[in-house]
């Protein structure tokens, strides 16, 4: 399933959490894989806490420390920094589902990267039977 997704700032953790469980849900799979794919070089997925908003304000600010969106690069464009934090995250995440629901751990949650926006964008679920 194609999500598409609009966000609002130059750098973002978005959390896409509930629309994961929820194609799990319409899946009536039991015990499988969710898969989820981001088609985009300047933006990622990762999995982390999600109870505290200061865990993706401390992880977007150590990324810009490591590399600045001023920083010394060659790509022409001005979004090396972009690309590479991207490439940090990844570009696909996978979760078991068993019992129906994603075997996500206490705190877990599921977050769309932007690293170079805003923009329009776009990520993929994918829900494999196992």
């Known amino acids: 399933m194609r999500y598409?997704?609009?966000?609002t700032k130059p750098q973002q953790f978005i959390?896409?959490?509930a629309k994961?469980?929820?194609?799990?849900?319409?899946?009536?799979?039991?015990?499988?894989?969710?898969?989820?794919?981001?088609?985009?070089?300047t933006a990622g997925v990762t999995i982390n806490e999600n109870?505290?908003?200061?865990?993706?304000?401390?992880?977007?600010?150590?990324?810009?420390?490591?590399?600045?969106?001023d920083?010394?690069?060659?790509?022409?464009?001005?979004n090396a920094h972009a690309h590479i934090k991207a490439s940090l995250m990844g570009s696909s995440s996978t979760v078991?589902?068993?019992?129906?629901k994603l075997l996500l751990g206490t705190w877990q949650g599921i977050y769309f990267c932007e690293?170079?926006?805003p923009r329009n964008r776009?990520?993929?679920?994918?829900?494999?039977r196992g």
């Open 4 to 7: 598409k997704i609009q966000t």
């Open 20 to 41: 994961v469980a929820e194609e799990v849900k319409k899946s009536n799979v039991q015990d499988g894989l969710a898969v989820i794919f981001v088609p985009h070089t």
């Open 96 to 100: 078991i589902i068993q019992e129906g």
């Open 122 to 128: 776009e990520f993929y679920v994918k829900i494999l």
């Open 71 to 78: 920083g010394e690069y060659f790509h022409f464009e001005g």
């Open 51 to 69: 109870a505290d908003p200061n865990v993706v304000r401390d992880m977007i600010s150590a990324l810009e420390k490591t590399f600045p969106v």
């Open 115 to 117: 690293f170079d926006g």
């Open 15 to 17: 959390d896409i959490t």
